[in-house]
């Protein structure tokens, strides 16, 4: 039982290059989300999901792109990375919205 | 619109008590407890439910005020392993809350 996996652990990107983050888990949980986290903001929602095949808009969902194609995997897209799209990035899933979210380790992304 | 939480640092002796507070603008549903150690993902602490359930952490205790919209963290008897980054989250009421909204953290430093 991995629990919430993220791929990749850190990236480094140009500006305008195009990358897919990929969460995974195996706790057959319907709600998944995705975060971004900055040094002094907390955690800031950036798209989530109620189910396979549903996708909804977060507090921050600008230049991000999701899927949810099957129920186990969550995808954040970034279509043309910009320097202001430097964070890490944590998903997190849960079976019903007032039950513990469970994070994956993180991912480090890097904008140049 | 986030939880505005307080204070947001403390330093503390071992053994000393702390509290931590998380004020909402908006009518609220649950308010979840995260700690976060550097460089580690959210762990869950603590959540309250309207109308008083709580779910949670049996060293750490927590209130939930519905009318004021405020919750409040209580770590007693602290140790060195509760240094690390406190987040309140809420969930507005209402039908459709899927999502948290978090605080910025409240940086909890235990020292010797």
């Known amino acids: 039982n991995a629990g919430v996996t993220q791929t990749p652990k850190f990236r480094v990107l140009k500006t305008g290059q195009s990358m897919t983050l990929l969460c995974a888990q195996d706790?057959?949980?319907?709600?998944m989300y995705w975060y971004r986290q900055d040094p002094g903001m907390g955690l800031r929602l950036i798209h989530y999901?109620?189910?396979?095949?549903?996708?909804a808009k977060g507090e921050v969902p600008d230049g991000y792109n999701v899927s949810r194609l099957k129920k186990q995997n969550f995808l954040l897209g970034l279509e043309s990375a910009a320097p202001s799209q430097t964070s890490v990035y944590f998903c997190?899933?849960?079976?019903?919205?007032?039950?513990?979210?469970?994070f994956g380790p993180g991912t480090r992304l890097l904008v140049l | 619109q986030q939880p505005v939480q307080s204070p947001q640092a403390v330093i503390l002796r071992e053994g000393e008590d702390a509290v931590i507070n998380c004020s909402s603008s908006?009518?609220?549903?649950?308010v979840h407890w995260y700690r976060q150690k550097h460089g580690e993902a959210p762990v869950f602490l603590m959540i309250?439910?309207?109308?008083?359930e709580q779910k949670g952490h049996d060293k750490i205790s927590a209130s939930f005020n519905e009318k004021k919209q405020q919750s409040s963290l209580y770590l007693t008897a602290s140790q060195l392993s509760y240094s690390g980054t406190y987040f309140c989250?809420?969930?507005?009421?209402?039908?459709?809350?899927?999502?948290?909204?978090f605080g910025k953290g409240t940086k909890l430093s235990v020292i010797p």
């Open positions: 999901s109620v189910g396979e095949g549903t996708t």
């Open positions: 706790m057959n949980h319907e709600y």
């Open positions: 997190a899933s849960t079976p019903r919205p007032q039950e513990t979210q469970y």
């Open positions: 908006k009518a609220l549903y649950s």
């Open positions: 309250l439910l309207k109308g008083g």
């Open positions: 989250g809420t969930e507005p009421s209402g039908a459709g809350s899927y999502q948290l909204t």
